[in-house]
């Protein structure tokens, strides 16, 4: 069965940065694109950014030039690098999987709990 485990998370001060890793099994990884989203208290889950099979990224305005995502094949895992934290990054974070040919997010991670503050 596919698992999506997400890592890495924790307490940080305003200005640090986290590495979130996303370690799959279950699926052949490299034809996968691989997305993150977050969701903060009473707020709807929102989209951080994806990086495609080709490794081309896209990232939502409130974190380009912040966040940084890669992939690593030979280990099945994604990551997202998140440099210059605001407190307002606080939120849990996903990473989910899209299969190659959809554009739906067939699977998703438990989440982990990142808290920025101030």
């Known amino acids: 069965q596919v698992q999506l485990v997400e890592s890495g998370g924790g307490l940080v001060q305003a200005g640090g940065s986290l590495r979130l890793s996303c370690a799959a099994s279950?699926?052949?990884?490299?034809?996968?694109?691989m997305g993150w989203f977050r969701q903060a208290p009473g707020k709807e889950r929102e989209f951080v950014g994806r990086i495609t099979r080709s490794e081309n990224t896209y990232y939502a305005d409130s974190v380009k030039d912040r966040f940084t995502i890669s992939r690593d094949n030979a280990r099945n895992t994604a990551y997202l690098q998140m440099n210059s934290l605001k407190p307002e990054d606080t939120a849990v974070y996903y990473c989910?999987?899209?299969?190659?040919?959809?554009?739906?997010?067939?699977?998703w991670g438990q989440g982990t709990q990142v808290t920025v503050s101030s």
């Open positions: 279950g699926l052949t990884f490299s034809t996968y694109t």
């Open positions: 989910a999987a899209v299969p190659a040919g959809t554009s739906v997010y067939k699977y």
